[in-house]
């Protein structure tokens, strides 16, 4: 079984804690990759839009006569070729929706923390609910050299902490249900609640 450090919220080190075998998954690399770019994909809210030749609101009189100028024959000045004139082929509003079956959400979510595990970068943090202002959070962050980015899991029962987390740069909060393997991937070093991981 493998384990995380654990550390107090004073930064003490604590016996390590035993992870579930989620967090011991075989690596698949292309199902990640498959799993984040649904995550990306569902975050673009596809609303860009160009305006075409018939929705500019430019005058519709013919430019100049048909026959007799030397010139090549035009319309009206809202035409694509002209500056200021409508755009051929533009984009139109689409709400692409790419989705996962939840089997594997489940085996993403597990590749990704596989590989946070090999790379060393999961902590298990005891007693967030004691914390009850940001320095201390701030102390507990420069235990942890090297690492500039982080990612707090809270359990559901201390989900108040977040008000002394939240005005930290580079700090991502996220309830652990709601976690996924697209925050897991940027999330830097993942800190979790022990209270995570206590068997009720």
């Known amino acids: 079984m493998i384990k995380a450090e654990t550390y ?5 080190k604590l016996a390590p804690t035993s992870l579930p075998k989620e967090f011991n998954g075989k690596v698949n690399l292309p ?4 799993a984040i770019r649904v ?11 160009t305006k075409t030749r018939a929705e500019i609101n430019r005058t519709k009189k ?11 024959r035009h319309g009206a000045r809202s035409a694509p070729i002209f500056v200021g004139g409508g755009v051929a082929h533009g984009p139109k509003p689409l709400r692409r929706e790419l989705k ?10 597990s590749v990704a923390l596989s590989l946070k595990v ?7 943090v005891d007693g967030l609910a004691k914390i009850t202002k940001t320095a201390e959070v701030v102390a507990l962050l420069k235990k942890f050299k090297g690492t500039k980015r982080f990612t707090f899991v809270l359990s559901e029962g201390n989900l108040a902490c977040k008000r002394y ?11 652990n249900k709601n976690l996924n393997a697209y925050h ?3 999330g830097g070093t993942l800190v979790f609640d022990k209270a995570i991981f206590v068997k009720r």
Do not use: C
């Not at 107090?8 to 003490?12: V, Y």
């Not at 996962?100 to 979510?109: G, I, Q, R």
């Open 62 to 72: 013919k430019w100049y006569k048909q026959k007799g100028t030397g010139g090549a």
């Open 118 to 124: 090999k790379e060393k970068q999961i902590i298990i």
């Open 184 to 186: 897991v991937f940027f």
């Open 8 to 12: 107090s919220i004073k930064g003490t």
């Open 31 to 34: 199902l990640l990759a498959q």
């Open 100 to 109: 996962l079956p939840d089997k594997v959400k489940k085996m993403a979510l």
């Open 39 to 49: 995550y990306e994909e569902r975050g673009h809210i596809g609303l860009a839009k």
């Open 165 to 175: 987390l939240r005005n930290l740069k580079n700090i991502q909060i996220i309830q």
